[in-house]
C-alpha cells in the first residue's frame, strides 16, 4: 500500500512559544490506511505505539473493525505492508498493545462488551506472524494494557455485571490471565455506565491508575480519580498511600475532581521523572469546552486550565476534546490536544484538528502548534501520543496517530478515514 505524506502539515503548522518553552518539528505525517473506523484511533487509555530496536510498531481500527498493524523501519524511512491481527465487531473494538522484554508484541482488542481476544508475535520485533487466540475478561471495553519491569502483563477495562465496572486482570509470564477484581464500581442504580481506566507503570513495578466514573443519574461524567497499586495489582491505594477497599466507590477518598453537575472524561496517565501522576480531564459542560491538567507534586493536586493557552496562542480556536500526554527520558511533557472552531462543536466536529502543548518545566509555561493541517470538512482527532508500554520513557522522533473522518452514526455506521502517523523531532 502505498504511503501518503501530508507535506502540507509542515507548511501550515502554527507555533506560538511561550517563555522557555520548546517547539517540534514535524518530521513526517504519513496516511497509513485510508479505510480506518470510524473510532480508528481511539481511545485515550490504549497503548497503540511502540519504538524499538529503529522500529515503530503501530496498531489502528479499520473499518469495520479490523485490527490492523504497520511498523516503521526507522533507519530506511520505510512502511511495512499492513498486517491484519483479528477483528471485532464495532468501532469500540480497537486495540491496546504492549512488549515483552524479548520483543514480543502483545495485544488485547474487542468485542464490545465480550471478552476480550489477547495475541502474541511469534517473533521479536517482527508482526508477521502470530499466535493462536486466547480469551481474557469479562463483558470487557475499552482496554489497557502495560507490561511490568517482570514481563507480568497488567489489563484494565470496563466490564464486570451490569452497570458496568472498572475491572483488573493480570498475566505473570508462562501462566494463565488472573481471575477478574472489581476496582471500581460506580455505585449507579441501574442503567449505562463508562470509565476511563488507564494504567501506567514505574521502575518499581508500581501501577498508576487514573480513570473517570459516567452514569446516567442525571448524564454526566462525575468523578474523576486515582488509584496506584505498589504490588503490581495485589493491592491498592489513594495517592496519600491510604489503603483502598475494593471496589471503590463514589465515597472512597480517590478523586482530584468530583461533583453531580460535572461532566468530565480522563486521558492516559503520564508519569513524571519524580513519579508523579499527570492526567488531562475535559470539561464537557463547560461553553466552551474546556481541558484541564492534573498533577500530584508529591503533597497534593495541582490544576492547570488550558483553554486560555489556546485561545490565546490559536485565535479563535476552543477545545474540542482532550487528547493524550507523555514525558520523553529528559523530563520533557507533551500534550495533544483537539482544537475547534470556537465554541467548540459537538462530538467530531468537521472543525476539529490536533494541536501539541510541550513544556520543559512540567506544565508552567508551554509552546503551541497545530499538528495537523485545517480541513473545514473533516475532523482530525481521536489523537494518540507514543508514551510508555512499560517503565521505560519515550524519545525523540515521537510518535503522534489521529484519524481525519466523521464520527458516523452509533458503533456501525459511517464514511471510512483517515489514519495518520506523525512524527515529531526537535
Known sequence: MEIKHVFAALALTSVVSTLGAPTMRVQRDDVISTRGSTRATGYAMSCKMITEK?????????FLADIKMR????????WSDPVL???????????????????HI??????????????????????????????VGVFGTYPSLIRGPDDTLHLTY??????????YQRKPTGKPWSEPLELVDSKAPSGYTQYGNALAIDADNCLHLVFHIYDTHPKGGKAAGYLRSPDAGRTWETVDGAKVTLPATPDTPCFFAQGKNLDMRTSNVALSKDGHPFVLTSQLKQKPTGATLWSHDGKEWQRRELLPIISKHLPGRSVGMH???????????????VTAKAPGGGWGHPSWEVALLTSDDEGKTFAVQELSARNPKRAAWL?????PYCDKLVSMPLGVLYMRGSAGKGCTEGETSEVHALFLEE
Open 383 to 387: 489523537s494518540s501520543i507514543e508514551r
Open 323 to 337: 487528547g493524550t500526554l507523555t514525558f520523553d527520558r529528559n523530563g520533557r511533557l507533551f500534550v495533544t490536544l
Open 158 to 167: 470496563r466490564g464486570g455485571a451490569m452497570p458496568r465496572r472498572i475491572m
Open 106 to 135: 502483545c495485544i488485547v482488542y474487542g468485542p464490545h462488551h465480550g471478552p476480550f481476544k489477547f495475541r502474541k508475535t511469534l517473533l521479536p520485533w517482527d508482526i508477521s506472524k502470530w499466535g493462536p487466540e486466547e480469551k
Open 71 to 78: 511498523v516503521l523501519d526507522r533507519t530506511t524511512g520505510m
Open 85 to 103: 491481527v483479528g477483528k471485532g465487531v464495532d468501532n469500540h473494538s480497537g486495540p491496546a498493545m504492549t512488549m515483552d522484554s524479548k520483543g
Open 54 to 62: 529503529d522500529k515503530t510498531f503501530v496498531a489502528w481500527l479499520d
